[in-house]
């Protein structure tokens, strides 16, 4: 069974950073594309980055170039490091997983956390 359990959230003001990290168990970690997406308040869920098993990543337009995702396969884990944050970047984050899928690493996810509050102020 797969568990996944985000830790980092909070809150941070406008233009400082946070680093979400989220640890994996149950499968084997290195074989799976890992994703970070958040949910506001009253919007849809929606993807923010990915880390493909091969090494690749791919991340949503409104985070690049502010935001990294990053892997350790020893230690079952992934991390978002979120700079330059914006009150807009408010939301519920979420890192996701999945195996075998040569889709967009932007969708198909079957294995979610519960999720961390990150809360923008301006």
């Known amino acids: 069974q797969v568990q996944l359990v985000e830790s980092g959230g909070g809150l941070v003001q406008a233009g400082g950073s946070l680093r979400l990290s989220c640890a994996a168990s149950?499968?084997?970690?290195?074989?799976?594309?890992m994703g970070w997406f958040r949910q506001a308040p009253g919007k849809e869920r929606e993807f923010v980055a990915a880390?493909?098993?091969?090494?690749?990543?791919v991340y949503a337009d409104s985070v690049k170039g502010r935001f990294t995702i990053s892997r350790d396969n020893a230690k079952k884990n992934v991390y978002l490091q979120m700079n330059s944050l914006k009150p807009e970047d408010t939301a519920v984050y979420h890192c996701?997983?999945?195996?075998?899928?040569?889709?967009?690493?932007?969708?198909?996810?079957?294995?979610w956390g519960q999720g961390t509050q990150v809360t923008v102020s301006s």
């Open positions: 149950g499968r084997s970690f290195s074989a799976s594309d």
């Open positions: 880390s493909r098993y091969s090494g690749g990543t």
């Open positions: 996701a997983a999945r195996w075998g899928s040569s889709s967009d690493p932007r969708d198909n996810y079957v294995y």
